[in-house]
């Protein structure tokens, strides 16, 4: 990386706007092709959201602070660019607690999983369980090739997913979907939340966004598997950061960009001293968010997005009891639902809707340091302390933007209600302190998300997800980046196959740029 803005050069073939996992990845591809690449990053570092953080002061625990887990960075992108990182697969699933009991998803035993639905009253939904996945798993499997590929048309993606998962995932709500194939609260719940992670809807939505963002969630790599990248996530950016930088790329932090001339590819921005300066682009690739880039092309930002999630990270002393004898490593280790069936979700978004904070805040958690106990030091991982990931459901950014502070505070004190109700012990009771005596527990709103990593309204996604195909005949064969200006295109989440890390965009972004300089 460089911050001697002197060595510039005038003109680059590439500017990236951006310095995030998908602009890294885009700046490593143009990189390799011998294409000359500059990134300008507004914060002091690269990953965006893609990092890995020290929260806690004097504390020695390095956390995935918004990024957590990875399912949708293609093994192809890891190979392209040999990047040196590894994910870890979870054996276990996901933790429902109910009652004195609750639902394992065990994926190493059949028949333990067998046996956990059946002890929750819900035998019969086993099979309906396994056939459902194994719908989604073949979708995974014939879809997942294409994201790497130019877009295909609607009727081409409507042959490749098949006459049965096309009308049940494609066009009827994932709510009837999941009421039409379950007949347990619960177990509608734990797969209609895959639908809802980052998404503020009903499952019962006819616009279908819940839909699409249901299928990201189960297409990754072919599996729908959420691995823990060893490390953090800080280790994937890291990656994709020095894969730029060994192949030439220049990248500058401290440095805000603040216009874009679409005809000529200027680019404007003001460095970390303050002073405004210009770069010359062959093209410009927006890692930024849609709304963001519409600002530097001086256009009207169109709808605001809306993130609608709450974001803590703690630190434990020791993973909290459950009501259960279900072993507390198998149970944190995978996603551990809280209050997620689907009459809770249901009643949680009608309250957010209705603007209040909800009574029971629908969450889920895993803790990191479990399957990767390299994110914590030494004397940490001696006493037994552990990490853990939470993420809040239906608390949109319209609920935070009068008093982020008081309505973050009452956002946290349910939300952690809401996961003690589940618990045999409160969490508070776990929670580890920092070197200044505090509790170690980091909060972080869709405001919060918008003000510290530029995510427009905290959206996790920039935008509503689209679907992974073209939906108009002049993007059949186009890479789901370009804009209305030839110079500038996307190469950030709110591109279309965006979302997630998956370096998806940013490789598109990199293809159209090397296809049109041929």
């Known amino acids: 990386m460089a911050d001697d803005h002197s060595s510039l050069r005038a003109r680059y073939d590439a500017v990236v706007v951006g310095g995030g996992h998908n602009g890294l990845t885009a700046a490593a591809y143009l990189a390799r092709a011998g294409r000359s690449v500059l990134v300008l990053e507004r914060l002091d570092h690269v990953g965006g959201a893609a990092v890995s953080e020290r929260p806690f002061p004097g ?22 660019l040999a990047l040196p990182i590894t994910l870890r697969r979870r054996r276990y699933s996901s933790y429902t607690p109910v009652g004195e009991g609750g639902l394992l998803v065990d994926t190493g035993s059949r028949e333990a999983t067998r046996a956990s639905f059946a002890a929750l009253g819900a035998a019969a939904d086993h099979d309906a369980w396994e056939r459902f996945y194994a719908l989604t798993g073949e979708v995974a499997r014939r879809v997942a090739p294409t994201l790497t590929s130019p877009l295909l048309s609607r009727d081409e993606f409507r042959s490749l997913v098949g006459a049965e998962a096309w009308p ?15 007949a347990d609260d619960t177990v509608r719940g734990v797969v209609a939340t895959d639908a809802l992670i980052g998404t503020f809807a009903a499952a ?6 819940q839909n699409r963002c249901f299928l990201y969630h189960v297409i990754g790599n072919g599996t729908g598997d959420w691995d823990v990248p060893v490390g953090g996530m800080g280790a994937v950016s890291g990656a994709l950061r020095d894969a730029a930088v060994a192949a030439g790329a220049v990248i500058v932090t401290g440095s805000t960009v603040t216009a874009v001339d679409p005809a000529t590819g200027e680019v404007s921005f003001v460095s970390r001293d303050g002073v405004t300066r210009g770069v010359g682009a062959g093209h410009v690739l927006a890692g930024c968010a849609l709304s963001t880039l519409a600002g530097l092309l001086g256009a009207a930002p169109g709808e605001r997005p809306e993130g609608a999630q709450l974001k803590l990270n703690l630190l434990l002393k020791r993973l909290p009891r459950l009501r259960s004898d279900v072993d507390s490593a198998a149970a944190f280790s995978g996603t551990f639902h809280v209050n997620e069936s689907l009459t809770q979700l249901e009643a949680a978004y009608a309250q957010a809707a209705g603007g209040s904070v909800p009574d029971l805040p629908p969450c889920e958690i895993y803790c990191h340091s479990l399957t990767d106990p390299s994110i914590l030091g030494p004397s940490l991982r001696e006493s037994g302390a552990h990490t853990i990931t939470l993420f809040g459901l ?12 008081a309505t ?18 409160p969490i508070e009771d776990c929670l580890a302190v920092d070197a200044d005596g505090r509790p170690c527990l980091d909060a972080r709103t869709p405001v919060d998300l918008e003000a510290t990593v530029g995510l427009p309204g905290g959206h996790i996604f920039h935008r509503d997800l689209s679907w992974p195909f073209a939906e108009t005949p002049d993007d059949v064969g186009r890479w ?3 804009t209305e200006h ?8 709110g591109a279309r196959r965006g979302g997630g890390v998956s370096g998806i965009p940013g490789r598109a972004a990199a293809m159209a ?4 300089t041929r």
């Open 480 to 482: 789901g980046v370009e």
């Open 59 to 80: 504390v020695d625990a390095r956390l995935s602070r918004y990024s957590y887990l990875v399912s949708l960075l293609p093994r192809q992108i890891v190979d392209e």
């Open 513 to 516: 740029v090397l296809e049109a």
């Open 486 to 493: 030839p110079r500038v295109l996307l190469c950030g989440a």
């Open 394 to 405: 239906h608390l949109p950014a319209r609920l935070f933007r009068a008093d982020n502070d």
């Open 408 to 425: 973050r505070e009452a956002a946290v004190k349910a939300t952690l209600a809401s996961l003690n109700s589940v618990l045999a012990e």
């Open 168 to 182: 049940a995932l494609f066009e009827q709500p994932i709510g009837s979907l999941v009421r039409e194939t379950f």
């Open 204 to 209: 019962d939505e006819p616009s279908l966004r």
